[in-house]
């Protein structure tokens, strides 16, 4: 009997050696891997949002483009930054620097959007759109500015509303095509709407919403601004 419970407690016992020997991790190791924070997002500054460009250089030789000083925030956990500018929803510039600023050449007299994505090795994340208007003749006719958008959670009767200002260098009327997702599941999407604001949609608790709203106006032009945001938990 008693060889029997030795016995026992002897398989016990290698079992449990057996076990930590698999583990080779160390608590630090282990908290290590499971801090993998993705860098926050990034804050652009200039050009100034919704207004012609007023931070430029003309370019030697060239009187159709100028050099566009990009400058943004700091986001946490950052290794590096990617700068990208849309003319139309199609990219004109595209560079990823270590810093906080960068130059691009741009075509005068136009109106472009742009974001900066802040890297690291565990993610990415991109910063809200912002858009200006480079200095010179437009050819024909501006494109809208992107829209700027804000949200309101109402908690107590769990109800998101949201408002953008639309502006337009030629003051022409525009439009706005709007989609709310949530948890990439369209929750909302109406085309050519003429107002401002949406409200009185329910949202849940911690979750992620992702609007998009297409500023257009009556010659074809457009921009997009998109934003992310989370509601209070």
């Known amino acids: 009997m008693i060889y029997k419970i030795l016995k026992y407690f002897t398989g016990l016992a290698l079992f449990f050696v057996c076990l930590n020997s698999c583990d080779k991790s160390t608590p630090e190791e282990t908290e290590k891997q499971l801090d993998k924070p993705v860098p926050t997002k990034a804050t652009g500054t200039l050009p100034a949002n919704g207004e012609p460009c007023s931070e430029f250089e003309p370019i030697p030789n060239n009187d159709t483009k100028v050099s566009i000083l990009f400058k943004w925030n700091a986001a946490q956990n950052t290794v590096n930054y990617t700068l990208e500018v849309l003319l139309n929803n199609q990219q004109a510039a595209s560079s990823t620097v270590g810093g906080l600023e960068t130059t691009v050449s741009l075509d005068r007299g ?20 912002y858009s200006f208007t480079t200095p010179g003749l437009a050819e024909g006719n501006y494109a809208p ?5 804000t949200t309101e959670f109402n908690t107590s009767a769990q109800l ?8 337009d260098e030629d003051n022409d009327l525009l439009t706005y095509d709007v989609i709310i997702t949530e948890n990439e599941s369209v929750l909302f999407e109406e085309t050519d709407l003429e107002d401002t604001s ?8 911690g979750t992620e919403y992702y609007i998009k709203i297409i500023s257009k106006d009556s010659t074809g032009s457009f921009s997009v601004s998109e934003v992310t945001v989370n509601s209070p938990e």
Request: charged letters at 20%; aromatic letters at 14%; proline letters at 0%.
């Open 110 to 129: 136009k109106t472009y959007t742009w974001t900066v994505t802040s890297k690291n090795e565990f993610g990415d994340t991109e910063s809200d759109t």
């Open 198 to 205: 949406i409200s009185g949609i329910e949202y849940i608790s």
């Open 160 to 167: 998101l509303a949201i408002k953008w200002v639309g502006t």
């Open 145 to 149: 500015y992107a829209a700027e958008i």
